[in-house]
């Protein structure tokens, strides 16, 4: 349940690159679902309905950590290059978009800690909570990468269907690198890194 209205919030957030143009006002909304979302599941592992290693937060070898985050960083890279190179002649079909800023200083600020946030609030619900979810709701292997990446993608809704794609295949490899690995700490050092070599401001 939870990772469901989770998810859901991950969703509605997306009204905010559809109809909301001022920058400052859309940090604002994206850091507070964000920040709530990692509430919700504190609130989770404090009620003992779900531990920090079912969401691979529990202790993990360095090295099976390093070489995940190593792997899937560039795999991240070569998913982004073909999804670029796929969809470079599609018109910007969204819906919306994230507002841009003139302010360097706080520009660099969401570029640093904003990405952060971004990564671990995502990967933590989109893969260690649905991991967690998909498990105790019997769905092997196959099926937890394909609810999960179809419900990663659905919470993009409001880009263009080449982003969509991209999310939908980054998705599926951030699963796949948490279940082999156990940690979703290779899919959040791979997300942040990708995201803030690709970060325009």
């Known amino acids: 349940m939870a990772y469901g209205l989770l998810a859901i919030l991950f969703a509605l957030r997306e009204m905010s690159d559809v109809f909301v143009a001022d920058y400052f006002s859309w940090v604002v909304i994206d850091y507070a679902v964000r920040l709530g979302a990692l509430g919700v599941v504190c609130l989770l592992v404090r009620q003992h309905w779900v531990a920090w290693r079912d969401i691979g937060l529990g202790r993990v070898r360095k090295d099976i950590a ?3 985050a190593m792997i899937l960083t560039a795999l991240s890279f ?3 290059t ?3 190179e796929t969809f470079a002649d599609e018109p910007y079909a969204g819906l919306g978009m994230v507002p841009s800023t003139r302010d360097y200083v706080f520009s660099e600020f969401d570029k640093w800690i904003g990405l952060l946030l971004v990564a671990a609030s995502e990967e933590i619900v989109f893969r260690g909570l649905a991991l967690s979810v998909l498990k105790r709701w019997g769905m092997g292997a196959v099926s937890t990468v394909l609810i ?3 419900v990663f993608a659905l919470a993009y809704w409001s880009h263009s ?3 969509i794609v991209c999310f939908a295949a980054l998705g ?3 699963m796949v690198t948490t279940m082999t690995t156990g940690s979703v700490v290779p899919a959040i050092v791979a997300h942040y890194v990708m995201m803030v070599l ?3 401001g």
């Open 78 to 80: 070569v998913i982004c």
């Open 66 to 68: 390093l070489a995940g």
């Open 172 to 174: 599926a490899a951030f």
């Open 148 to 150: 999960s990446t179809f």
């Open 82 to 84: 073909i999804c670029l």
């Open 198 to 200: 690709l970060y325009k």
């Open 161 to 163: 269907v080449g982003t």
